[in-house]
């Protein structure tokens, strides 16, 4: 598409929005990978937590509770995983494939970026060296034509004759004129304007890969946070019937039972203890 403004002035805004982009990427990549750690260290917690919820449980002894315990341990830690798989260290699965593609936009779309508006630049200040040895190569040539008019009419004075037809700063200009535009300055003129052309082609290129992969950094993010809490949902869901059905009456009853388990198991120990203490006086007796 034809552009309205200089090459100089969209380069300038080129610039200045990869700088804003690139600042960005590095951002992201900074908090992303804060976000990917916190997962981590999560996850650790959880399987922590997972195992001593375990460890309590063995401890109850209503075995129905003591089986509800183990489950939400097992889950708790599944949970952990899912975490570490969607979001945590699982290599491709895992955060370090939200990283890497920041890398990727980094090296696909900003560094070669970065390294065509550095070319550019380079570019123009060689032309700029170009064009200032040409105006230097004018300047001398118009000031040795003016100096040699001023010298001819100085000499033409003293001798009485007519002085030249061509005033010094006439002269000076004729000079300048005549000096020819070097190749070298050609050449770097030829060089950058492809240089500018290779920056408006990489202009539209490049606002729309660069979106097009924060598109994808974002919904990949998205996407693992919902399947990380979706499978998560997944193993917790079923815990709710399972607690839910623990029998509170039931474990009760079954503490009742145990007591007067208990109180029987203590009245049979008196009993024998009684009936032991009885033989034990009617040997004495007999003795």
């Known amino acids: 598409m034809p552009f309205q403004t200089s090459a100089e002035e969209r380069t300038q805004t080129f610039q200045s929005n990869l700088s804003i982009y690139e600042q960005t990427v590095k951002n992201l990549k900074t908090e992303m990978t804060a976000h990917v750690k916190g997962h981590i260290t999560s996850a650790a917690r959880n399987k922590v937590f997972g195992d001593k919820l375990g460890t309590i449980g063995r401890r109850e002894h209503f075995e129905q509770l003591k089986t509800v315990f183990a489950s939400v341990s097992k889950v708790v830690q599944g949970v952990a995983e899912a975490r570490l798989e969607f979001l945590g260290d699982g290599a491709s699965q895992g955060g370090a494939a939200l990283l890497s593609r920041l890398d990727s936009t980094k090296a696909g779309v900003v560094d070669p970026t970065k390294r065509l508006l550095a070319d550019r630049a380079s570019k123009v200040k060689a032309v700029d060296k170009e064009v200032k040895a040409f105006e230097a190569a004018k300047s001398k040539a118009g000031k040795s034509a003016a100096a040699a008019i001023t010298k ?31 190749e070298s300055l050609l050449d770097a003129r030829d060089a950058l304007r492809h240089t500018d052309s290779l920056v408006d082609d990489t202009l539209g290129r490049y606002e729309e890969e660069r979106v097009v992969d924060v598109q994808l950094f974002l919904e990949d993010f998205v996407r693992r946070e919902m399947a990380w809490h979706a499978r998560a949902l997944e193993l917790l869901t079923p815990l709710v019937g399972e607690v839910r059905g623990v029998d509170a009456k039931g474990a009760m009853e079954d503490f009742f039972k145990k007591v007067e388990e208990v109180e029987e198991t203590e009245k049979d120990a008196m009993l024998a203890e009684a009936e032991k203490k009885k033989r034990e006086s009617m040997a004495e007796g007999e003795g």
């Open 152 to 182: 001819q009419a100085k000499a033409a004075a003293k001798q009485g004759v007519d002085p030249p037809t061509t005033t010094p700063s006439a002269a000076s200009l004729s000079a300048q004129s005549s000096v020819h535009m070097p």
